[in-house]
C-alpha cells in the first residue's frame, strides 16, 4: 500500500504507530514538492501591486464608514420593532466586513499587501491596532503557525489535546477505546455556551493567554515582549504591537467619554465580537476536521503541512468580503505572500497538483461546525500521523 511504503522509508520500524493509524483511515502521505506547484501556478500570481492592494482597503473602509452612517439614522425611527431589528443587522453586516479588513491587515504581515516591507508593517500596524490586534506580535507568531501547520508539537494554534492532556486511560486500556468516551457528552445547552465562550472570547484569549496554542513556559502572551513566544531581537515588534493596541484602546475611551458607552459599544464594540466570531470560526474550520490527521517529526514537511487545510465556501457575498480567506486557504498555507486577489486562480492549478491531496468541504457550514466539535476531541500520545478522536 502507498501509505505503509512512504512512511515505512521514512521511518522504519519507528513508525509502526502512524502506519497503524494511516492505514486504518486509508491516509496517503503525499510525497509532491513546493516546486511542483510554483511551477504549476502562473508567475503574475506571485505579484504584488501596492495601488491594487489599497484599493481594497478603501472599498473595504467605504462600506464600512457607509454602515456606520446608515446606522446613525436607525434611533430615529419611531418603531421599536424595527430598531430592533436593524441594530443586529448593523452588527451583522459590520462585523462581516470588518474581518475583511481584518484579512487584509493579515496579508500585511505576509508581505503579500505590498513589495515595500515598510508599507507593508504599516498599514498592518493601523489595520490591526484598530482591530486590537498587536501587529507584529500576531505576525510573528502566526509565521510560526506557516512554517508548521499540522506539526504536532512546532504548530502555534488549534494544537490538539492528547490523550494525556485529558487525563484519558491509555489507548490498550480504555475500555472506550478511540470513543466515543462518555466524559464528551454534554448537554446541548452547554454546547452552545461553550460555543458561544468560543467565538466570542477565543481570539482575545489566545492572544492574551495562549489559549489553544502550543504549550509554554510562564505566560506566554502576544503582549508579553518576554515571553516565550518570541526571542530577543524581537522585543521591540512586541511593545510596538502593545503601543498600537494601548493606542486604539486610548481613542475608544475618548470616544467613550466624549459620544457615551453605548455610542461605542453599538457602533464598535458589537461589531468587533463579530469580527471574532469570523476569525475563530474561519481558522477553527480551516484546520480541525476529523477526516485530517496531524503529523510529528518523522513524517512532517512543510508541503504535507500546508496541505492539511481545508477551504470552505461560506457563500458568494461573504467569501467575496472576507477576500477569499475561506475558499482558498490552501493556496495560502502554501504560498502566504501571494496576494489574496490572485488566489483563486492559483488555487485553480494547485488543485491540479495536489489531486486527491487538495481538501475542499462543502458541507454547510453548521454542520461542519457541529462535526468538527463532537468529532475532533483529542489525539494519541504516540503516532507520527494521528487522526482526531473523540
Known sequence: MATKRNISSEQGKKAQPAIDEAVAHGWEIPDFSIKEIRDAIPAHCFERDTLRSFSHVAYDLS???????????????????VRVLLWPAYWIAQGIVATGVWVIAHECGHQAFSPSKFINNSVGWVLHSALLVPYHSWRI?????????????????????????????????DPESDGPHHIFEEAPLYVFVMMVFMFTFGWPLYLFVNVSGQKYPGWASHYNPWCAIYENHQVWDV??????????????????????????LKY????YLFVNF??????????????L????????????????????DFGFLINHLHHHISDTHVAHHFFSTMPHYHAQEATRHIKKVLGKHYHFDSTPIPLALWRSWKNCRFVEDEGDVVFWKN
Open 63 to 81: 462600506i464600512i464608514a457607509a454602515l456606520g452612517y446608515a446606522a446613525t439614522f436607525i434611533d430615529q425611527i419611531p418603531y421599536s420593532w
Open 141 to 173: 507568531s502566526h509565521s510560526r503557525h506557516h512554517k508548521a501547520t499540522g506539526h504536532m508539537s512546532r504548530d502555534q494554534v488549534f494544537v490538539p489535546n492528547t490523550r494525556s492532556d485529558l487525563g484519558l486511560p491509555k489507548r490498550d486500556t
Open 239 to 264: 511593545i510596538v504591537s502593545d503601543i498600537g493596541v494601548v493606542s486604539t484602546l486610548a481613542a475608544i475611551a475618548f470616544a467613550a467619554h466624549t459620544l457615551g458607552p453605548i455610542t461605542v
Open 268 to 271: 464598535y464594540f458589537i461589531p
Open 278 to 291: 469570523w476569525l475563530v470560526l474561519i481558522t477553527y474550520l480551516q484546520h480541525t476536521d476529523p477526516a
Open 293 to 312: 490527521p496531524h503529523y510529528r517529526e518523522g513524517v512532517w514537511n512543510f508541503q504535507r503541512g500546508a496541505a492539511l487545510t481545508v477551504d470552505r
